[in-house]
């Protein structure tokens, strides 16, 4: 780490301190909430920033993902001992053996013949959980180097091998015109031409790619997962890329990466209808689209990301919820029951992909409760007391129904593929006590699975490293020569994780100070997000941070529409603030992206503390 490091921390810290000093003054009286009409849509300038915005993300993001053609045929080795011969053409020293794994767990069993009746065991290839559909490099440990006829490998079990690379001595690769095998087991040696020169991100899965694109695949091929220590919708979503373009890393990376650019639309409108104009809306979208945690997390493809979509959907509905129930409900049910019905169909969907959307959900209930409580107030205050008994009893009712028994249903229909692996078929299997029994079992392991993990990890962090940036996640690693490596991990851009942080505190302000309801529902949903976490103790990593990411930029956007109602330089503020951010993210995209980057480059720019991995 060099002393010019220091530098980037420092000049960041300072530029926040600044900012915030234009806008503490601002707080001796409440910002007014913005006129009616910010909030409406504006076709041309909402809509033509949006696409933009969202579009030049879209370009960045899909860019490098990974691998457009990789394995797709897998030969199916079916029992114990089931093995497959393949028979060279001349006698050859074998140098190197790479193969594909598929699913199934075991080992394989190799042997080399000179003539096709002495073999010797050369070596044993693992198919475990981690060496699920990568490429794998095979050390051949009991061969001396003999010229070799024959070929053997048989599995101990039920086992998926995708393809077999055979390398001779001087590391060329032996053609499938070189080599006698049964029709078959053709599948082993038909797809030669995507056998990378070494395995890498771009080519394989990393990180809990190995569960969770695994546990995808299982799902559309029918079969029972795997991994299930997490509901299996987010999985069922990630399948989708599979299904469109094939079992390649592109594939299991596809939807999580779409769901990170459809984020940007769905938090234009989140600050629209919060914070209303178009500058806001516009700073707040480009500051989360360059976000490392946010860019990193949803082209990794595990399930986050859905659950943080879902998440801001979720808020985005309640929160349109709670301006119908404040104006009055001069509408009627209809002005408030669509978005309570969408945010509580929110709820069940980001529930049955992670259950860390259930802390969401609680922070929703804290603030329906608080809402219901000031709303009973004031009616009781005008001599209402009847309209307000009425009117939550009533608001109980449908939220039982939107918020549970919805909820619910959504979370015990996403088992369908766990029912179907089982044999059971059509609708009708909802309704048996084989389905159901499936379903409560799933839970029971999930409670006893994440309530007893003991395993530790390099690159652990706990709660308040996370709120200070302190402790970033390393997913991947590799040195292609010396002095240089390819590396990216997950942690939240400092301007919006220390400048989120600011603002938050500001809300808390808000809240205390002038009662200020959005800010009250900025901090609610931030502490619903944060809390839990303080009170776990197994094993965390930064990326649990993700869904708070979301209500830091909700309350920068507070800040930011104070600024702009009440400072004379407002605009100066936020083109500063976003240009620091991407600025940012284009020093770290070789980080985020995994691209080469020299020792020098990483210790002089990217190591701002001891801490970070690069």
């Not at 197994?538 to 529409?561: D, I, K, N, Q, W």
């Not at 620091?580 to 990483?602: D, E």
Request: hydrophobic share 45%; aromatic share 16%; net charge neutral.
């Amino acid at each position: 780490m060099d002393k010019l490091t220091y530098v980037f921390p420092l000049a960041t810290a300072a530029f926040l301190l600044l900012l915030f000093s234009e806008y503490l003054p601002l707080l001796r009286s409440c910002p007014p909430l913005p006129p009616a009409d910010s909030h409406r849509w504006q076709k041309r300038g909402d809509t033509l920033r949006v696409l933009v915005l969202t579009a030049l993300y879209a370009v960045v993001a899909f860019l490098g993902l990974g691998n457009t053609v990789g394995v797709q045929r897998f030969y199916h080795f079916q029992d114990w001992g089931d093995s497959v011969q393949v028979t060279l053409r001349e006698e050859t020293s074998i140098g190197a053996i790479r193969y594909y794994s598929g699913l199934g767990r075991g080992k394989y069993y190799l042997q080399f013949s000179p003539d096709g009746v002495r073999y010797t065991e050369a070596s044993v290839l693992e198919q475990g959980h981690v060496e699920i559909f990568k490429w794998n490099d095979l050390t051949l440990t009991g061969y001396d180097g003999m010229p070799v006829r024959v070929l053997r490998l048989a599995a101990d079990g039920e086992l998926w091998l995708g393809e077999l690379a055979i390398y001779d001595s001087a590391g060329r690769l032996l053609t499938p015109e070189e080599l006698d095998f049964p029709p078959e087991c053709a599948g082993l040696f038909d797809e030669q031409d995507v056998i990378p020169a070494e395995y890498s991100y771009r080519n394989s899965t990393y990180f809990d790619e190995i569960y969770h694109a695994r546990t995808a695949y299982e799902h559309i091929q029918n079969v029972p997962p795997y991994e299930i220590s997490h509901p299996p919708l987010g999985k069922l979503i990630l399948g989708l890329g599979i299904r469109l373009f094939g079992l390649t890393p592109f594939g299991w990376r596809f939807s999580g990466t779409l769901i990170g650019v459809l984020m940007l639309p769905a938090l234009y409108v989140f600050l629209k209808k919060m914070c209303g104009g178009t500058a806001v809306p516009a700073c707040g979208t480009a500051i989360f689209a360059c976000d490392f945690m946010h860019f990193v997390q949803t082209r990794i493809a595990t399930i986050d990301s859905y659950a943080v979509f879902f998440t801001i959907l979720m808020y985005l509905f309640f929160w349109l919820y709670l301006r119908a129930v404040r104006g009055g409900e001069a509408g009627g049910k209809k002005s408030w029951l669509l978005p309570l019905a969408l945010s509580g169909l929110c709820f069940g969907l980001g529930a049955a992909s992670k259950w860390t959307c259930i802390f969401a959900g609680g922070g929703l209930g804290v603030l329906w409760l608080l809402d219901r409580i000031f709303r009973c107030v004031e009616l009781c205050r005008a001599g209402e007391r009847e309209r307000a008994v009425h009117e939550t009893a009533e608001n109980i009712l449908w939220c039982l129904l939107l918020f549970v028994l919805v909820p619910a249903a959504v979370y015990y229909v996403s088992y369908w593929p766990y029912g179907t692996a089982r044999g059971m078929r059509g609708p009708g299997m909802l309704f048996t006590r084989e389905y159901l029994d499936t379903v409560l079992s799933n839970q029971r392991y999930m409670f006893s699975y994440h309530s007893g993990v003991t395993s530790t990890h390099p690159y652990s962090s706990v709660w308040w490293q996370w709120i200070l940036d302190l402790r970033p996640i390393l997913y991947y690693l590799e040195h292609p020569e010396e002095g240089v490596h390819i590396s990216f991990g997950a942690w939240v851009n400092p301007m919006l994780c220390w400048g989120g942080l600011l603002a938050m505190l500001c809300m808390l302000y808000q809240v205390i100070r002038w009662k200020d309801k959005t800010a009250l529902f900025i901090l609610v949903g931030y502490l619903a997000q944060l809390l839990p976490w303080t009170l776990v103790t197994r094993v965390v990593f930064e990326y649990h941070y993700f869904p708070s990411t979301v209500f830091l930029l909700l309350a920068l956007g507070h800040v930011f529409r104070t600024l702009e109602l009440r400072h004379p330089y407002w605009r100066r503020l936020l083109i500063s603030f976003v240009s620091v951010t991407l600025t940012l993210f284009l020093l770290f995209y070789p980080a985020l992206r995994g691209l080469p980057v020299s020792g020098w480059f990483g210790r002089s720019f990217l190591k701002w503390f001891p801490s970070w991995p690069f």
